[in-house]
């Protein structure tokens, strides 16, 4: 143990605290690769992990819910209480309210009879008493709140403030709920809670068996359970997406721990004659990349703690405009991911670092082969690290192939890190063919000349560098191309969508699966309006299907086809599919959306069973229509369809079209008028579209975010290298002082190089980020969300983003340039 | 006589890393006419490299003057210093002489590629096939032996017609017959391009070229022999 520690300090440890600026470039690359990791898997929990409801202490522990779309009927708690069966069965209303200086909190109704029956008229409401302290002023009891309710401002008096930990919401008794709601005769749910003693198998099914089978019992945990899974996708690729700086970062210790090796030949070749066993010398260089990774995980992990707490908030407003109402939570560390980080950071550093490390075992004894050998050897290989490269292609195009397992797209996943291979294993050559290309230019300036040369004959180390800023550089390009493809189709979409002139619904806070109801009148009072040609009323409600949830909506489809522009998946004649939704006679029929269709692997023609209301409804799918708004799907019928099994159902969303020639701006003035303490807002159809884009490039920004960090590990892997460079050819800058080179040329060479390393990276990560934002688009995509994207590779945006990692190379390489153009040529001249 | 290429005027140098400063050349004076060989000879760490050095404009002394064509190099800026060096001095050395990315006719053409100057290649094809080495032009340095290289770096060393030949050990690490080939070169150096050839190194059949031998004892000169 004692030599093997001594030949540890002396062979690694020491040259790594000479070279302290370049052992600390290494661990912070790493470093910020891990927080990245770590930040992301913090964040989503944080972000979605408080589904949980907030009530749960307030009515106590709930075995059962029963939840129906459209509202479970009221009546059915005088029928569940009547069972021979030992439990309660209590009713809940569960919304959001909005509080001045606080937001969007939940509000609940409950059966709190205690609060019921106020005496000066005012519901009285229960508050949380973290709430309590959120609020501007604490209130206490007696205090009289102003709750908004889906635009309605409802006064309230504080009974009590209730204990509920970090919980923030607002209970009422389920009485004054459905009043200041307008919600007579239902429910959100029904909790059931058995007593001790009562067999929870026969509750159960003597509960199944007395609903309809459209109502759904589920256990309390099912609904978490739902939006954990309607949220994996989501996460994973986010997940993978923050794996990119990982890559990055294990390019960068491969290349650290090959200039190692490269460095320390000389003394591998004495140790080994001097009786070194070869497995000392590999356990020394995986002892350095561990250090590596251990130090950078640690770094890693406090970093991403923060980067965690910094990103929360951005991740948990993506997951309420897309998915569901969720609170942040408080971002914790726990020991599982403490352990996680770090063995990502040793397990990265082990793998990328075994590669150089054989290597250097494979010295021969006395053998110290000089570096000009050790690369011309390395310059043969391109040829046989060419076909490599061709290998990896075919491997990743076949995986691509491959469909979804067990819904996440792994083929496409595997086939983005061959692809990652390929251009990696391709990178000599290129180097090689760029330089022979540049020839000619480069040679018009000896600094030119000197930087190809140099590029050219550290090959094996020039490439890895490259490769790793090249993958970079690819990610940004294909996610680039991948959102800004989105966006486009996005757009364009909406434009097709978004064809009425004004759309009006409740002003309450938007999250996706809140649909607050719209007065009952609201379409007899937008008719009435002058200068309105039609309007659409379009119910949205929740539907679980398949153990995933979507969105059940209905609208009056001929309106739709007369005014709309609906467009179906090719060969799908879109005037015959809603003309026989509307036709109101022979069976129901509904269109779905392309995600609910690709998930739950359903074509026009299929039949579909699905709940509404009470009911379990068989219908016919006519056809399958593009939609971006959300990955869960819709399924859409007439209104005629919902009205047969839902009468009476509220209206959430209106589209009002106008008649040729009438003034917007007066008609939504017009609508305001009279639907004035509605709690109803109008919005024309040029703002819903700049929303919906809001909120996609608000959901993309943290995509963003995670780009920019991996370009920053590639920039300090540049830097590092380049250092690395100049470091070990000083004697040959020593050299050319000697022989009439000035300072400034000097730096220009350094500078040279660092631009041929951009330009080499920019081909290869644009050539690279094409094919992985093909991946993203036609296979990952594709297959967690469901949509089909049109590929519109943002040509300005690409442009500007290598303009800008090129001169951030360029910055990078000014403190290389400077030590060389520094270095003083009688002292280094003279070395070894 | 003519005016001296080099003159060293009473050159002191002392080197303080850290500690006290250590001597290591006290008042060397010395000149170098045009068209002359100089040997410096002396023990191993005796000032030789220094002195050349300070010759070389590559290194300033602590005291004293060193003038090249009756300039000092310490009163001259670093762009001044990089022309001087450019058009007045040329450098061999003992090891590693070559850069191993450029081709030999690369290597020869160096200078004055940093000098910008025009007609360079031919320049340098000239210097080569006076080494006898044409036939190389296209090589790498690691295709060369050991001597071969050091005819390539007198072929570089002269290929701008420096006034002042600087040479460290330029045998040093030869064998008898490439360290004659090098010798022969250095003396018609200075016959055919009338550099001033400076000369550092421990063989007598190099000093035995000198028209002038210095001999160096602990950074003083103990003995000067001329003829
Ligand atoms: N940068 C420096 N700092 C401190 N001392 C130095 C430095 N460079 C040289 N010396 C010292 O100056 C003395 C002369 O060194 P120099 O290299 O000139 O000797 P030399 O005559 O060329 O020897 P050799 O024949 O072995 O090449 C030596 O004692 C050396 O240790
Ligand atoms: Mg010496």
């Keep these: 143990m004692k030599p093997r520690m001594k030949l540890l300090r002396s062979l690694i440890l020491r040259p790594l605290r000479r070279d302290l600026p370049r052992t600390l470039l290494t661990v912070l690359s790493v470093a910020l690769g891990v927080a990245v990791v770590v930040a992301i898997d913090l964040a989503g929990d944080a972000a979605t992990g408080s589904f949980r409801s907030s009530m749960e202490t307030l009515a106590g522990k709930t075995d059962l819910e029963i939840t129906a779309n459209g509202g479970v009927d009221e009546r059915w708690i005088a029928a569940l209480a009547a069972l021979p069966v030992d439990a309660r069965f209590s009713p809940v209303i569960e919304t959001q309210a909005v509080l001045a200086g606080v937001g969007s909190v939940a509000l609940y109704g409950l059966d709190l009879l205690n609060l019921a029956g106020a005496p000066n008229g005012l519901p009285r409401v229960a508050v949380s008493e973290a709430l309590a302290r959120a609020l501007p002023v604490r209130p206490s009891a007696g205090t009289v709140l102003t709750l908004n309710l889906a635009g309605r401002p409802q006064r309230c008096e504080v009974a009590q403030l209730t204990p509920a930990g970090a919980a923030e919401f607002v209970a009422m008794d389920i009485a004054d709920a459905q009043q200041v709601l307008a919600r007579y005769g239902k429910l959100d749910r029904i909790d059931v809670s058995a007593a001790p003693g009562q067999d929870f198998a026969a509750l159960e099914a003597t509960v199944r068996h007395t609903l309809p089978a459209a109502y759904l019992v589920t256990l309390p945990g099912a609904r978490n359970q739902e939006n954990q899974r309607m949220l994996r996708a989501f996460r994973w690729n986010l997940r993978v997406l923050s794996y990119i700086s990982l890559v990055v970062g294990a390019f960068l210790i491969y290349n650290t721990i090959s200039i190692s090796v490269v460095r320390r030949r000389a003394e591998i070749g004495i140790l080994r004659a001097a009786g070194a066993a070869r497995w000392m010398v590999l356990w020394m260089f995986l002892a350095e990349a561990l250090l590596f990774g251990l130090t950078g995980g640690l770094l890693g992990l406090a970093l991403g703690r923060i980067l965690a707490a910094a990103t929360v908030r951005l991740i948990a407003g993506t997951v309420n405009a897309l998915y569901t109402t969720s609170r942040p939570a408080p971002v914790v560390l726990t020991w599982a991911e403490t352990w996680l980080a770090l063995a990502t950071g040793a397990v990265v550093a082990l793998v990328s670092a075994f590669a150089p490390a054989r290597e250097a075992i494979q010295v021969p004894p006395t053998e110290a082969m000089s570096r000009g050998a050790h690369e011309h050897r390395a310059r043969l290989a391109w040829k046989r690290a060419l076909a490599w490269s061709a290998g990896f292609a075919a491997a990743a195009w076949a995986s691509s192939q491959a469909g979804p397992w067990d819904g996440y797209p792994v083929g496409g996943y595997l086939a983005a890190l061959l692809s990652v291979a390929a251009a990696a294993t391709a990178t000599p050559a290129t180097v090689l063919a760029v330089n022979r290309a540049t020839r000619t230019l480069v040679r018009r300036k000896v600094e030119g000349l000197l930087a190809a040369r140099s590029l050219q004959s550290s090959l094996s180390r020039t490439s890895v560098v490259v490769a790793a800023l090249a993958t970079a550089i690819a990610m940004m390009a294909s996610v680039g191309i991948m959102v800004g493809s989105f966006r486009q189709t996005v757009a364009l979409w909406l434009d097709v969508q978004l064809r009425a002139d004004l759309y009006v619904r409740a002003a309450a806070p938007a999250a996706a699966g809140v649909n607050p109801p719209l007065p009952p009148d609201i379409g007899a009072v937008l008719s009435a309006i002058p200068g309105v040609a039609a309007v659409d009323l379009f119910h949205a409600l929740d539907l679980h299907y398949a153990g995933e949830r979507a969105t059940l909506g209905a609208g009056n489809l001929d309106v739709v086809r007369r005014y709309g522009r609906l467009r179906f998946l090719p060969g799908q004649n879109r005037d015959a599919i809603l003309r026989s939704l509307s036709a109101g006679d022979g069976p129901n029929r509904a269109i779905v959306s392309e995600p609910f269709a690709i998930k739950h692997h359903i074509r026009a023609g299929d039949r579909l069973t699905i709940p509404i209301g009470p009911h379990m409804v068989a219908l016919r799918v006519a056809g399958v229509y593009y939609e971006y708004s959300s990955s869960q799907g819709f399924v859409v019928v007439d209104n005629a369809t919902l009205r047969r099994y839902l009468p009476g159902q509220p209206a959430t969303n209106a589209a009002v079209y106008l008649a040729p020639g009438a003034d917007a701006q007066k008609v939504r003035r017009q609508i305001q008028l009279r639907t004035a303490g509605m709690g109803i807002s109008v919005a024309p159809n040029s703002e819903l579209r700049r929303a919906a884009i809001e909120i996609f490039d608000r959901t993309f920004a943290i995509t963003w975010a995670l780009e920019a960090v991996a370009l920053v590990v590639a920039m300090l892997g540049a830097a590092n290298s380049l250092l690395a460079l100049v470091l070990d050819r000083r004697r040959e800058i020593g050299l050319l002082r000697y022989l009439g080179a000035s300072p400034a040329q000097i730096r220009g060479m350094i500078l040279t190089e660092a631009g041929l390393f951009g330009l080499l990276a920019a081909i290869l990560g644009l050539a690279l980020g094409f094919a992985l934002s093909l991946l993203l688009i036609f296979v990952v995509n594709r297959q967690s969300f469901g949509w089909t994207i049109q590929f519109h590779p943002p040509g300005l945006l690409l442009a500007a983003a290598l303009a800008a990692v090129w001169s951030v190379t360029l910055l990078a390489a000014l403190y290389p340039a400077r030590v060389a153009a520094r270095l003083v040529p009688a002292e280094v001249v003279h070395e070894e | ?227």
């Excluded at chain 2, 050159?11 to 008042?27: F, I, Q, R, T, W």
């Excluded at chain 2, 004076?29 to 060989?37: D, E, K, N, P, V």
């Excluded at chain 2, 100089?38 to 760490?45: D, E, M, P, W």
């Design chain 2, 1 to 227: 006589m003519p005016a001296p290429r080099l003159e060293l005027r009473g050159v002191s140098k002392s080197y303080a890393n850290g500690g006290p400063p250590v001597e290591v050349l006290h008042e060397i004076s010395l000149t170098a006419a045009a068209g002359s060989i100089t040997a410096l000879v002396g023990r191993s760490g005796c000032g030789k490299t220094t002195l050349l050095n300070l010759a070389g404009a590559m290194d300033f002394p602590t005291a004293g003057e060193v003038l090249i064509e009756g300039r000092s190099t310490s009163s001259l800026s670093e762009s001044q210093l990089t022309a001087l060096r450019r058009r007045r001095v040329g450098f061999v050395f003992q090891f590693f002489q070559l850069l191993p990315t450029l081709t030999v006719l690369e290597n020869v053409e160096l200078p004055l590629l940093l000098s910008r100057a025009p007609r360079s290649a031919g320049t340098a094809l000239d210097r080569l096939r006076w080494v006898g080495l044409e036939d190389k032009a296209a090589s790498l340095p690691y295709q060369l032996s050991g001597g071969q290289m050091q005819r390539v770096a007198v072929a570089r060393a002269l290929v701008h017609a420096p006034d002042l030949l600087i040479a460290d050990e330029p045998t040093g690490n030869l064998d008898t017959t490439s360290g004659d080939q090098v010798l022969a070169l250095l003396r018609e150096s200075a016959a055919r391009f009338g550099a001033a050839v400076l000369m550092a190194t421990h063989s007598a059949e190099a000093a035995a070229i000198a028209g002038v031998r210095v001999s160096l004892k602990d950074g003083r000169i103990v003995a000067i022999d001329r003829g």
